[in-house]
């Protein structure tokens, strides 16, 4: 109860309490809000290989995102929508699509690579707001870039560029990648290859698996014969689950090959056990142990969800309450005075503090590199991970000058 009351004061006290004060002060009126209310969908994978690290999950972190602004502007309407695009790309447009027609203003989550590229066209189309969380394309704020689409948690850039840079200066310099077949695999791959290019490291092979795939026997053998010193899996979920237990059946270690998970969630490390995934290294835009304000928001999480809250899920709360507060800030939804306000004030959260978007809509944050715990030194329950280190937002993102989004100054289309 302290923890949730410390929580709740630092919300009310933080250096965003101007924006709260206008709307406690303020009554929005109808007219600037369209249809007298504020209408968010959440659509992800609610039943698939990636329902885990975002599904349910995810629309319990948006509840808790709208009890907590609802104490700041109780009269303001919201209601949210949810919906599960089953990892297809034109299930996925189709819902969003029919949701902007019916007068939806901000879509969230997503958590599909190949879902999210077909969601983002619609956004520009229409000039909704879509706020990305867990995609992993560098293509959303890159070459596909659109002023409507905001990456709140990640990109495969974040993620590869860390373990490459350090495994590589271990000597770690030969790679091979067991990767999902879809938009989100084949990105993280040749992202990873040019990065191992750059110092020094190379690709000694690639496989592909499909989206739910569950005997990963032979792509194991492949990397087991491929000669290389690392094996990375760019895939997530279940993906990877699967992946691990059967390395570990296999006995891969005994090898000397280190896998690497390119994309680690704590729901992956909760699935396969801490035996299976102690000594697994990835990186983390959040995680849930790090401090009091990242305690105190996983414990009511946990409440309501019998499960310690993933980074993605975390993303969701941050991006549907800066959302909020923007809104109420400017008594509007209209999409391009939102973006404005939100672009003019930092995030204001435990998942974030102080993160503003940058040209290429990217929410600029810091990262952790983390390390899964031996079974002895868990301490408490879902607390799987030793943090290694801070990756600080100037070095975990690609540099504004190397970006091809046509939002970026100097950039064309």
Known sequence: M????HFLRTIRTSAAGAIAALALMATPSSAEISDGVVKIGIINDQSGPLSDLSGRGSVIAARLALEDFKKLAPAVKVELLVADHQNKPDVGAQVVRRWFAEGVDMVADVGNSAVALAIQSLGREKNKLVMYSAVGTVDITGKQCAPTGLAWLHDNYNLVAGPIRKLVGQGQNKWFFI????????NMVAESERILGSVGGKSVGSVFHPLGNADYSSFLLQAQ??????????????QLVSSIKQWNEFNMNAGGQTPV?????LTDIHGMGLQMAKGLTG???WYWDLNDDTRAFAKRFYALHGAMPTAPQAAVYSAVFHYLK????????????VLEKMRATPVDDFYAPGAKLRADNKLVHDFYL?????????????AYYNVVEKISADVAYRPLSESDCPLVAGKTK
Do not use: C, H
């Open 2 to 5: 302290q923890n949730r009351k």
């Open 179 to 186: 990767a999902a077949d879809y938009a989100f695999g084949r």
């Open 225 to 238: 014969s491929s000669g290389a010193k690392v094996v990375a899996f760019a895939n997530a979920g279940e």
């Open 261 to 265: 998970a390119l994309l680690m969630f």
């Open 283 to 285: 990186v983390t835009a």
């Open 326 to 337: 923007s809104v109420a800030a400017i008594q509007s939804d209209d999409t391009d005075l």
């Open 370 to 382: 983390v390390q899964v715990k031996e079974p002895k030194a868990l301490d408490k329950p879902w």
